[in-house]
């Protein structure tokens, strides 16, 4: 039984800074199950990339969009190069510094 594995970039606007908001993506991303990383961009927003099963990856776009970190305001959820891909590129989701 093989599952699509699928990678897609994001970029999260709005009040996604000083709210814990990589910590909580960092620990959903590892109850969901998918890898990949997070940063804070110099524009205010935080980017990165998700990897893994497509359902579990949609699930944490899903989370992205629409959940966040608890005293966090998503306003705009941007997602990009969205693909299947034959292999995971990372072990683990982490923070980018």
Do not use: H
């Amino acid at each position: 039984m093989s599952k699509v594995l699928k990678s897609v970039d994001y970029e999260i606007l709005g009040r996604v800074q000083g709210v814990c908001f990589r910590m909580y993506t960092e620990e959903k991303a590892r109850k969901v199950g998918v890898v990949g990383w997070i940063r804070n961009s110099r524009e205010g927003t935080v980017t990165g990339q998700v990897q893994g099963p497509e359902d579990k990856v949609n699930e944490m776009m899903n989370w992205l969009a629409n959940v966040g970190s608890p005293s966090c305001k998503i306003e705009e959820a941007n997602f990009s190069n969205e693909k299947e891909i034959s292999k995971l590129d990372f072990d683990s989701f982490f923070t980018r510094y």
